[in-house]
């Protein structure tokens, strides 16, 4: 299975230098940006031969001078050689200084050393010549305010306390969140797009999952989860599909089923760092919904739960436990929460949204103290 995604990456990264080819940059810089980070994972369990191939392809790829040494700082950059990256981008910028993608790129590099005064003015440069920063002010200021581990080392944090038996997933993506499943856990992946094969970058070394292409709701209406485990609980469960909140509401009396007091639900995207991610309409390409109603909804509707937001980049993870599996309190009184919640203001500042969201300290002691206590 693995070869089988090696070989899939190696075709992507073909198909972006076509796309390069013709003309469309920016879809081919989207499929790069995928496949070395992809590639990154695949060196962690030992395939650099492979790896370093793809991106040797990638790189000699390129038609001019320029973005040769824009791709090489891109390949550094998510191979965690940040000085490295630093260095190849500013060699590209030196030969083509008014090229907004390379000072976007300095900005991301700068950012990740923890250097934000220089993150910032190389956003601003960006933003001037090509009168808008995309994503990449938004990951600034989520790196900024979010410092430390990120979402996907913390759920290896809970994958490596809890070793969950049963691990089910709602929303892939490109699959490293589901991928991080360890050995010998049964591992359930539910996602109307992207649950495929052919569409996912990333494989666990032991058990693949078993994959629904289904939308969470669906697969709950045509699926007893139990058959599917064949348990009556799963141990660790994320919640990262639509990010509506009627949607994540309806994710987690779904999974609360299923769940024993001591089961965890994981809910990315509790904490935006700018409300204007958070708008119900997506307007940005960075987006979290309004999923961050779940967590004052929980707190008040269901006061028996325990529950915290991990102050983790990009956008925070909510953790919950001491479920109920017979409890109706939040399907019972559903149009209610649902009438009450929407009509919340998302709060402005980022201190009060840390309030609201009920944001702890990222300690681990404290939260395997609190959360991982079987
Ligand atoms: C942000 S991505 C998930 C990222 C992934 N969990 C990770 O951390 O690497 C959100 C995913 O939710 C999926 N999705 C959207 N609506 C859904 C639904 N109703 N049920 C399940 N998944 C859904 C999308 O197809 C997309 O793949």
Redesign the pocket.
């Known amino acids: 299975m693995i070869h089988y995604m090696l070989s899939k990456l190696k075709s992507q990264a073909e198909h972006a230098s076509a796309l390069q080819s013709g003309g469309d940059f920016t879809a081919a810089l989207a499929n790069y940006e995928l496949v070395f980070e992809a590639l990154r994972y695949y060196d962690g369990l030992g395939y650099n031969r492979e790896t370093d191939e793809i991106r040797k392809l990638c790189i000699e790829a390129q038609p001019t001078p320029v973005q040769t040494l824009y791709c090489h700082s891109l390949v550094l950059f998510h191979q965690r050689s940040l000085q490295s990256a630093l260095d190849a981008a500013e060699a590209a910028l030196l030969v083509a200084p008014q090229t907004a993608l390379i000072h976007l790129l300095l900005a991301r590099i700068h950012a990740s050393i923890g250097n934000f005064p220089a993150a910032y003015a190389s956003c601003q440069a960006g933003e001037d010549i090509s009168g808008t920063a995309g994503d990449t002010r938004f990951m600034i200021n989520a790196m900024q305010a979010l410092p430390g581990d990120d979402?996907?080392d913390w759920?290896h944090y809970f994958h490596e306390t809890l070793k969950p038996a049963v691990y089910v997933?709602?929303?892939?993506?490109?699959?490293?969140?589901?991928a991080l499943a360890g050995k010998g856990a049964r591992a359930i992946g539910?996602?109307?797009?992207?649950?495929f094969w052919e569409n996912l970058n990333?494989v666990s070394p032991d058990i693949p999952a078993t994959l629904f292409p289904?939308?969470?709701?669906d697969?709950f209406k045509q699926h007893d989860l139990r058959q599917e485990i064949g348990k009556s609980t799963f141990d660790l469960a994320?919640i990262?599909?639509?990010?509506l909140f009627e949607?994540v509401l309806k994710?987690f009396i779904n999974l609360e089923r299923y769940a024993r007091k001591d089961s965890v639900i994981l809910i990315?995207?509790c904490l935006p760092v700018e409300a204007i991610v958070a708008e119900r309409e997506r307007c940005t390409g960075f987006w979290t919904g309004d999923v961050w109603r779940i967590i004052p909804c929980l707190k008040t509707f269901r006061p028996d739960l325990r529950i915290m937001t991990i102050p983790t980049y990009p956008s925070g993870l909510g953790v919950v436990t001491n479920l109920d599996p017979l409890s109706t309190g939040l399907s019972d009184n559903y149009d209610e929460i649902l009438a009450y919640y929407l009509k919340l203001k998302c709060p402005g500042t980022f201190d009060q949204r840390r309030v609201v969201c009920s944001v702890g300290l990222a300690d681990k002691d404290y939260i395997k103290e609190q959360f991982c206590n079987k």
Do not use: M, T, V
């Open positions: 979402y996907y759920l997933e709602i929303g892939l993506g490109h699959g490293r969140s589901l539910i996602d109307p797009y992207q649950g990333y289904l939308a969470s709701d697969f994320f990262d599909g639509l990010h949607q994710d990315h995207d």
